[in-house]
């Protein structure tokens, strides 16, 4: 960064600091990741300066046959990685790749059900402050208030009753699996468009560690950082033979393929970033490789071996444990909110985010849990041995949280143990 360095060292030296920051904490947040070298010089690359309005063969600008390839490129790979017949590249982020399909499959005040945001949810899945819930009518399904896993048997009855246009499976905040199978069925039986983000555990349904939605699914929507470890931006798959489209559909002049396409451009998006796409097209080639098998395998042992840590330090873990990559603790019998913990934790160097369980009864801003994941440091390296220690460090953190002398030892565990898996030097 020679040439940044001279011309604004102010936002040189920002970087240079938030790299330190990377480096010497641990990152649990599970919608996090380190992206490689590859990654990086992709999205920093002169594709930025092009325009290109448009879809491969068809852009509103001239100039377009190179980055055709690039984006062809993506796309290939995307559907290769996923075994999906029709992929967009092209959505900026998940929100905006969410809301092209309810403008494609939905009209205004249609209803739709969508995970309640308390229940493990994301706010475009039909939070009232989303432009889900602003513009679209949505039945919220829960998880059970005993077991806080998702009722099948619920849903179906829920969407029996309501008769909804479309049912949106997915997560932020559940860790557990998801049976696409099941919901596709239910939304078969009440002929709902069945719609599922996979934005957390796109990596591992890529690398056959969850159940792939794609097979039951008439969309599916997924980020392409988080597991799938490429850059910030947004993919949409999609079906594209007619019959789902006459099916469920009045517009009879698109196939599904088509109207997703029409929604993102130019229905809610203009060019789309070209440098941000070959990035995506590096990380899906990352991830047909068999390491990353191997390297999503890691992420599940290391959640699971963290929450047994943090189990048999007395936590209270949502569901009693994890099968993906996240996990919920409950904190109320530690006596210490969310918000302090995400607090007390940072001061250490382990970086967490608050965050509601189930039927919680505290605010949002302020909420009974934290939220973990192990991507991140898998991606650094780490295995089960390092999730045992980190475990042991967020449980005496929380335990010592008034005690400075003992939260500054931990903190020099902590980077120590940083020291030894350094990914960007």
Request: proline share 5%; hydrophobic share 40%; with cysteine.
């Amino acid at each position: 960064m020679k040439t940044l360095k001279e011309a604004d060292p102010e936002i040189y030296n920002i970087i240079q600091r938030e790299k330190q920051r990377q480096m010497n904490g641990l990152e649990l947040i599970p919608s996090e990741n380190l992206v490689s070298e590859a990654v990086l010089e992709a999205m920093g690359s002169i594709l930025t300066n092009k325009y290109s309005e448009g879809y491969p063969g068809k852009r509103y600008y001239g100039g377009n046959a190179i980055i055709d390839q690039a984006e062809t490129l993506a796309i290939e790979r995307a559907k290769q990685l996923f075994g999906c017949e029709h992929v967009n590249v092209q959505p900026l982020s998940g929100s905006p790749a969410n809301m092209a399909v309810f403008f494609a499959l939905l009209n205004p005040s249609d209803t739709f059900m969508g995970l309640d945001l308390s229940c493990g949810g994301h706010l475009t899945h039909g939070s009232p402050v989303s432009f889900s819930g602003k513009l679209f009518k949505c039945i919220p399904y829960f998880v059970d208030k005993e077991t806080e896993l998702l009722d099948y048997d619920a849903i179906k009855k829920a969407a029996i009753k309501e008769k909804p246009k479309m049912i949106l499976s997915g997560l932020t905040a559940y860790p557990r699996k998801i049976d696409f199978k099941a919901f596709g069925e239910i939304a078969e039986e009440v002929e709902a468009y069945h719609f599922a983000d996979i934005a957390h555990i796109a990596g591992l349904v890529a690398a056959d560690m969850h159940q792939s939605p794609v097979p039951y699914c008439d969309v599916v929507t997924t980020t392409t950082h988080k597991t799938l470890r490429g850059p910030r931006g947004a993919i949409i798959m999609s079906l594209t033979e007619d019959r789902y489209h006459d099916k469920y559909h009045s517009d009879a002049t698109k196939n599904l393929a088509q109207l997703i396409d029409f929604n993102v451009f130019p229905g809610i998006q203009g060019g789309p970033h070209d440098h941000t796409n070959a990035a995506k097209a590096v990380a899906f080639k990352e991830a047909l490789q068999p390491q990353f098998k191997e390297y999503s395998k890691q992420i599940v042992k290391n959640a699971s071996v963290l929450a047994d840590s943090l189990m048999g330090h007395g936590f209270r873990l949502v569901t009693n444990g994890t099968d993906n990559h996240l996990m919920l603790v409950d904190l109320t019998n530690k006596n210490i909110s969310g918000k302090e913990a995400e607090v007390v934790l940072d001061e250490i160097g382990i970086i967490v985010n608050k965050n509601t369980i189930p039927y919680d009864p505290r605010k949002p801003f302020d909420p009974s849990g934290i939220r973990l994941g192990t991507p991140l440091l898998t991606t650094r390296g780490m295995k089960e041995s390092e999730m045992k220690s980190i475990g042991d460090f967020i449980a005496k953190a929380i335990e010592h949280r008034q005690d400075k002398n003992i939260l500054e030892n931990i903190h020099n565990d902590v980077l120590a143990l940083c020291k030894r898996f350094v990914f960007y030097k």
